[in-house]
């Protein structure tokens, strides 16, 4: 379900969706700090060690520079284009295929119980 | 102080397809963990999702049935974040552009008014799987068998203003779903629950309160208790000198009360972007024609239809036709019950039928008495075969399946005495029997008439028919 | 006569056909080579010697029984993102390294069905994210043709056995020039084929919008044996297209005059080693001499192409790859603390940092404040360079210019800056962005080294570009050279 309250409209909710606190909205970014590096690292679930920190501001400094040149192209009257083929989505007929492989799928899993895949608790 | 509450719901209903939305695995729910979840559901590397036509086709006549604007062009977009039960780390949604957008449903409110709702969207997405969290090994196990099922999100404009408003609302959608079969309906089971945005702001205040989100609301009942919770909280804070703070909460139903899901609420972004692996649902007129082909009778124009044909009050029509089936087994009883007035079995649909189902706990479409039955006992009390109170002996009988009402009646002797020679020989010999209360009566006291159908009444066990006794007793007396 | 180990699948085919030598003895040929020198190339993640064999006596059976197609027998390499039943399929990467598929791609489904002979899974850069074949766990591959040289990326595995003679052909993948670059530093045919031709279920996604799988050959004709094997509708594949499959062999030597070339002014910038250049115009003019009218077009926005990519590609890739959490399949760190700390840990560890950088990368050009100056953006900037495409193909049959501005570089040499890295597909990014078809072919040498050609073509229309190819071949024999050390 969006993040966005029922208490505004779509427009306004397609615009402005999402809360995040840590970036603020400049438009473009010349150098990451570390603590940049850290939120992007954290929103992406990866663990990134100190002593590789400073690699990671530099080189993502450089690549988002690098494609900030776009920002110089004037696309106001240009639409975006997210598929490369101008077809419609196929619609599949419902039809129901009973699932057997259980056990072979969860071969590759770290670790099973009873079926289930365990993971470390969630804590809510 | 004056307080207004405003109230918008997010309903989330599982459409009743055989298959997944995005994959060809069964929905059905209940079976062994993980045993319903195919590569696809799994998030396998590799697979790739297929849009599952018949939810398509559900969310457009759910979109036709509340008025809404089909979306020549909707788009899935990804709504990216880490969870273990979403198998992707994305779970497929639509935002931009969703299939259904600008709807409304029309509530009954207790003075009998009608208020229109809002309806501002409602998309297409997949369900996510279940976390147990009972220990396994001190882990959480996950089963990933509803993962995959579709939904269909029904977001509400802020337009209720109490809890029941809000319930009204609720109950209305979960009607209209199961009229155009579209979902099961199943709260227990979750196939139909839903999110409160709730707020106030003192009356004549223009601008809405700070929110709260209640999650995952699965009954009526609950809905209205955490609603009514939500409203006093926020008033006492804000009364107190504090503020709302906008946050996801959770109702309790053992304690009454609702709490924030998480202690330290993350920031939330969930970079959506249109997923490159759905290409843009295309629906054109004919498309959409043809469902509309195939949508049935709808709530408000049954509700209105029973007014007019039945001449029933604006109440038993919004009673008779809450849910499809309901409505169905009163049609099916006028039908069957020759004779009988509809508003007459009308009454007996809503009286004993309703009574009989909720003491025992039998939806409608498993009653023990058949329309057909019901219809064949109503036709005896038209055709004076029976009074109305020994109907009702006749249905706990037919009840507890001892047949239909002709077999019944003639099994228990019940057919009324309309014999009026057999009622005059009863009358003489109560008037006999009673001398005292007959010159009492002759001296005035006409309240002793009812004391006098009572004993013939006693006499027959009941089977006399009661104006025939009223006319006889008149005339000796 | 060269030897049985560097012929072409035609070639083979022949042979086959002729009983003059069998899918049996062919593939022990082939994996003793293997055997004997891969170690200097790196080009395996895993060999499947008992599944080979197997395939290939099934084969031998197929072909007395008399049902033998074109293909049936012949040996070939998997790049290691097709998903393969019973067989580890790691995508280069430590995340997969204990990951064995339980299902097969569709690609690997019909290619089976056809009756080719699995020799194993080649080396790839990681998820397919580079040019060099340098971010593998499973270490760098090197270029046969010099081995203190990439080979090429993604597919680098995959060129450098078929440019070795380990295998007569092998599938590749193709989301920014992945196999036409690699094909070109290692003197092969390279096709990626129009988005959509090829279905996509069961090829790990890296950017689902560009991936797009194709063949690594050495010659057009026997690109065009492969794909028509491989092409077709998929119902699996939102994506792929359902539109009859040419029979690409067919139509290979039709006759090019009157052939209008479009030859783009933006592929001869700064950047071009005037050596290539010198090399297309000496292509170019083969194509004159066989009738083709040769004209200058402009793809304006072709520049905004590298920037462009490097903003979808680590955005679906970021989102593509969440599904790697260590929950359910794929590596899960020791020990985890909690289920955040296993999120990050097993990806942290289990992802390398060219894969770790593009996710970064993605998730910040699709995070709150930055989606409209990155992502939208881009979107709007593939639209122009797309529609920049489109109106070339009015005008133009094909479009003709060089594959990679330079020949093979050396291993180390571009891996500590990532932009000279990515400016090297600076031809090969449009075509993806536009879904069109691309080839490379082999067109000379330079100090040694392979250069290649690139043939674009409109959507659908890989069977001109094959018969453009192999018309080419037909008067060259650039694709015919082995190298010095692999013959």
Not at chain 2, 3 to 9: C, K, P, S
Not at chain 2, 135 to 158: K, Y
Not at chain 2, 173 to 194: K, P, T
Not at chain 2, 238 to 266: A, N, Y
Request: proline content about 5%; some cysteine; aromatic content about 8%.
């Amino acid at each position: 379900m969006p993040e966005y309250s029922s208490n505004e409209g779509p427009l306004e909710q397609a615009r402005t969706y999402g809360n995040l606190l840590v970036f603020s909205a400049r438009r473009s970014p010349l150098a990451l700090t570390p603590e940049h590096v850290a939120t992007i690292a954290h929103l992406a679930r990866l663990e990134v060690r100190d002593e590789d920190v400073s690699g990671y501001c530099d080189r993502l400094s450089r690549i988002l520079e690098f494609v900030a040149q776009l920002e110089a192209v004037d696309t106001s009257a240009v639409e975006p284009m997210a598929h490369a083929e101008r077809m419609s989505q196929r619609l599949r007929e419902d039809t129901a295929v009973p699932v057997s492989e259980r056990d072979l799928f969860q071969q590759n899993a770290p670790a099973t119980d009873g079926g289930l895949y365990l993971v470390p608790k969630v804590i809510e | 102080m004056e307080w207004e509450t405003v109230i918008g719901l997010e309903i989330h209903a599982q459409l009743s397809t055989r298959s997944k939305i995005f994959s060809s695995a069964p929905t059905a729910y209940g079976a062994e963990p993980n045993s319903q979840a195919n590569l696809v559901d799994l998030g396998y590397p590799g697979v790739l999702p297929v849009l599952n036509g018949e939810a398509v086709r559900m969310a457009v006549k759910l979109g036709l049935a509340i008025g809404a604007t089909i979306a020549p062009r909707s788009v899935f977009a990804r709504k990216n974040y880490f969870y273990p039960d979403l198998p992707k780390g994305y779970q497929i949604s639509q935002f931009e552009l969703p299939i259904v957008a600008s709807g409304t449903l029309d509530i009954m409110l207790d003075d009998g008014s009608l208020k229109t709702v809002g309806v501002t969207r409602a998309h297409l997405e997949e369900d996510a799987g279940k976390s147990l969290h009972e220990d396994f090994q001190g882990m959480t196990g996950i089963d990933l068998n509803r993962a995959g099922t579709p939904l269909i999100e029904i977001v509400s404009e802020p337009d209720m203003r109490s809890a029941k408003e809000a319930v009204a609302y609720m109950k209305k959608m979960h009607s209209l779903v199961r009229y155009l079969e579209i979902c099961d309906g199943n709260m227990q089971e979750g196939s139909f629950r839903c999110d409160a945005n709730v707020s106030v702001r003192r009356a004549g205040e223009e601008k809405l309160g700070t929110r709260c989100e209640v999650k995952n609301l699965n009954s009526f009942r609950y809905i209205e208790r955490a609603i009514n919770y939500e409203v006093e909280r926020q008033i006492e804070l804000i009364e107190s000198g504090g503020t709302v703070v906008q946050q996801t909460r959770l109702f309790d139903p053992d304690k009454g009360e609702t709490r924030p899901l998480r202690s330290k609420e993350e920031a939330n972004d969930y970079r959506y972007f249109p997923d490159p692996d759905l290409l843009p649902v295309l629906l054109d007129d004919a498309y959409i024609d043809g469902v509309r082909a195939t949508l049935p009778e709808l709530p408000d124009a049954k509700r209105a239809r029973f007014v007019e044909e039945y001449g029933l009050s604006a109440y038993d029509a919004t009673v008779l036709t809450a849910t499809r089936e309901m409505a169905d087994y009163y049609e099916a009883v006028v039908k069957s019950a020759a004779g009988a007035e509809a508003k007459l079995v009308a009454n007996w649909v809503m009286g004993e039928l309703s009574g009989a189902l909720n003491r025992d706990g039998i939806e409608v479409e498993s009653s023990p008495v058949s329309a057909q039955m019901f219809g064949g006992l109503l036709a005896r009390i038209a055709d004076d075969t029976i009074s109305g109170k020994i109907a009702k002996e006749v249905f706990e009988a037919m009840w507890a399946g001892e047949g239909d009402a002709d077999a019944v009646i003639e099994k228990r002797g019940l057919r009324q005495i309309t014999d009026t020679g057999a009622i005059d020989e009863i009358i003489d010999s109560v008037i006999a029997a009673n001398p005292g209360q007959v010159e009492q009566y002759r001296s005035g006291k006409d309240k002793l008439f009812g004391f006098f159908v009572g004993q013939v009444m006693k006499e027959t066990q009941g089977k006399a028919n009661p104006g025939q006794v009223n006319e006889l007793l008149k005339k000796k007396l | 006569m060269s030897e049985l180990h560097s012929k072409t699948l035609a070639e083979l085919s022949g042979l086959l056909a002729d009983g003059e030598t069998s899918s049996v003895e062919l593939t022990r040929t082939l994996l003793e080579r293997v055997g004997a020198r891969d170690a200097e190339l790196n080009s395996f993640i895993t060999v499947t010697p008992e599944r080979a064999l197997a395939q290939a006596e099934a084969a031998d059976a197929r072909r007395k029984r008399g049902d033998a197609g074109p293909l049936t027998g012949l040996p070939l390499v998997h790049k290691d993102i097709f998903c393969t039943r019973g067989v580890k399929t790691s995508c280069g990467s430590r995340m997969l390294d204990n990951f064995v598929a339980p299902y097969d791609a569709t690609v690997v489904q019909r290619l089976d069905a056809a009756g080719m002979v699995m020799l194993g899974k080649s080396n790839m850069d990681e998820f397919a994210m580079g040019s060099s074949n340098e971010t593998s766990w499973y270490g760098p591959v090197r270029n046969p043709w010099d081995t203190a040289r990439v080979p090429g990326g993604s597919s680098g595995g995959s060129v450098a056995a078929v440019a070795a003679s380990f295998a007569p052909a092998a599938t590749g993948t193709d989301t920014g020039g992945s196999i036409r670059q690699p094909a070109a530093f290692t003197n092969l045919t390279g096709l990626k084929p129009t988005y959509g031709r090829v279905s996509r279920y069961g090829m790990i996604a890296f950017a689902s919008s560009l991936d797009q799988a194709g063949t690594i050959t050495r010659t057009a004709e026997d690109a065009a044996m492969m794909l028509g094997a491989m092409a077709g509708f998929d119902d699996a594949d939102s994506t792929s297209v359902d539109r009859e499959v040419p029979v690409y062999r067919a139509t290979l030597n039709r006759d090019l005059k009157g052939l209008k070339v479009g030859v783009p002014v933006e592929f001869f910038d700064e950047g071009l080693d005037s050596k290539v250049a010198d090399a297309v115009q000496a292509a170019l003019d083969v194509y004159r001499s066989l009738g083709c009218e040769v004209v200058k077009v402009s793809l304006p926005n072709l520049m905004l192409s590298v920037p462009t990519y490097y903003v979808i590609a680590p955005a679906e890739c970021a989102s593509n790859l969440s599904r790697f959490d260590g929950a359910r399949f794929g590596y899960r760190c020791e020990n985890p603390r909690d289920l955040t700390d296993m999120y990050e840990r097993s990806r942290g560890d289990g992802f390398g940092d060219e894969v770790k950088r593009r996710i970064m990368t993605g998730t910040y050009v699709l995070s709150a404040g930055y989606y409209d100056a990155y992502y939208l953006k881009a979107q709007k900037t593939r639209h122009l360079i797309a529609a920049d495409f489109a109106k070339a193909f009015e005008e133009v049959d094909l479009l003709m210019g060089p594959t990679t501005p330079t020949p093979a570089f050396k291993l180390g040499e571009k891996t500590d800056d990532p932009i000279t890295m990515y400016l090297n597909d600076i031809y090969v990014n449009g075509v993806n962005l536009a879904g069109l078809p691309g080839l490379s072919i082999p067109m000379g040498f330079i100090d040694g080294l392979p250069v290649g050609f690139q043939i674009i073509g409109n959507h659908f229309q890989e069977a001109l570009m094959l018969n453009a190819a192999h018309r080419y071949q037909c008067e060259t024999d650039w694709h015919t050279r082995t190298p010095e050390g692999f013959k």
